[in-house]
């Protein structure tokens, strides 16, 4: 891909592609390429065994959606990632506003499935908004805590709990948890690297686990979840059993693509446990390969953000890789047995069209933050990266 499209482009190109191509870090967006190929790949795995037990006569009919999902997602982060600062920042305020709208309106008018009223369904096409409110989010709070760290009587801080507090509520009101504890270490990420004093950090984190603690008693999906965790043998663990004799039948180097057995027995096995159908098919060595390439995109996009120069650009973007990264810790810890079930995807790898276009947005958005535009990263503004790490 690098070798090819940098002949295409001269660095004397100054067309919007051309300054795109060589501003952008291709490292990142290599890496999400290849995340969004093994995306595809899997759904093919998966697609026929979930086709069979839901009774759809097309076996493919999970991974032609996948690859559309997955095409206009690229599409998507490609399109976001030329904005520039200040464009970022207006899409975030359009998105929030109407992703909230969007879920106050979701009691009357929303879709109920396993008990959480998430989705806006029209025609054959599900939309859930807090997946596109989590990115505009976590933008519109560094804004907000960069204007307020520059002393011009802007209440910053106020605004973006504010804005936190929204989102949460409607959140619970669903309820989703799951995603409740997602923008919150985002948030608290956030908050931590717009350089606060640590004593509001460590108030945010009581919190926060005073909160997280609360749904156990005041939500019985949670109860349940939790139960199921802590004393398997007192209750119904079939997903997470079959998941995890899955993940352990793949071995070192799996049984072979389409030859998975046990993922026939996984009931969400191509949406919140396509882990466990990789780690069978294509084995320990494959799944360790994946998580390494979540690790490089977060651990670089981080790198990139602390070396911006401007307070929300840095901020901003090191909210949304670990926005990535903790949705991906999630999901694996969730497959491995670890923690309680989420109901959270693995980014760009499970199927579904409201978290494939939200994925594309956030790293649409992470991309353009960290573009090497002039001034960005110092006086002179230099082209180009010259090392992974660079």
């Given amino acids: 891909m690098a070798p090819n499209a940098t002949h295409a482009f001269a660095r ?46 097309d076996q493919f009919h999970f991974a032609i959606r996948m690859c559309f999902f997955a095409s206009a997602s690229t599409v998507l982060m490609l399109g976001v990632s030329m904005l520039s600062p200040q464009g970022v920042r207006r899409s975030a305020f359009f998105i929030y506003i109407v992703a909230i709208a969007i879920m106050i309106a979701l009691p009357f008018i929303g879709h109920n499935a396993k008990g959480a009223t998430r989705w806006l369904q029209f025609g054959g096409f599900t939309l859930q908004p807090s997946e596109f ?19 011009e009587g802007v ?12 989102a949460v509520a409607l959140l ?43 749904t156990y008693f005041l939500f ?38 389409g030859e998975g057995v046990m993922k026939r027995h996984v009931p969400d096995l191509h949406t919140d446990f396509i882990y466990s159908v990789a780690a069978e098919e294509y084995g320990l060595v494959f799944s360790w390969a994946l998580i390494a390439i979540f690790a490089f995109v977060v651990v670089r996009g981080l790198y990139k953000a602390m070396k911006l120069n401007d307070p929300f650009e840095q901020v901003a973007a090191a909210g949304l890789f670990v926005l990535v990264g903790q949705q991906a810790i999630i999901n694996i810890a969730v497959n491995l047995n670890m923690i309680p079930t989420k109901g959270m995807t693995l980014p760009f790898i499970s199927y579904g069209g409201s978290s494939m276009l939200a994925m594309g947005l956030t ?11 002039p001034g960005a990263y110092g006086v002179t503004g230099e082209f180009a990266p010259q090392g992974v790490f660079a």
């Fill in 133 to 151: 409110m989590k990115p505009a989010l976590i933008v519109l709070v560094s804004w907000m805590f960069a204007e307020g760290q520059k002393g």
């Fill in 220 to 257: 019985d999906h949670v109860h349940a979840r939790v139960q199921k965790f802590l004393s398997p043998d007192q209750a119904d663990t079939h997903q997470i059993t079959r998941a995890a004799e899955a993940i352990r039948a793949g071995g070192l180097f799996g049984r072979g693509p």
């Fill in 172 to 214: 619970l009101v669903q309820p989703d948890v799951g995603q409740t504890v997602l923008i919150t270490v985002a948030f608290g990420a956030a908050f931590w690297m717009a350089g606060v004093p640590i004593s509001w950090i460590m108030g945010l984190g009581g919190v926060a686990i005073a909160g997280l603690c609360s």
């Fill in 363 to 373: 790293l649409g958005m992470a991309l353009a933050l960290v573009r090497k535009r």
């Fill in 155 to 166: 209440p910053g801080v106020s605004i973006a709990f504010l804005l936190y507090f929204i």
């Fill in 12 to 57: 004397t190109d100054r067309t919007a592609i051309g300054l795109w191509w060589w501003t952008t870090d291709r490292w990142l967006l290599g890496a999400t390429a290849l995340l969004v190929t093994l995306g595809m790949l899997l759904s093919f795995a998966s697609s026929p065994a979930a086709a069979q037990r839901i009774g759809i006569d």
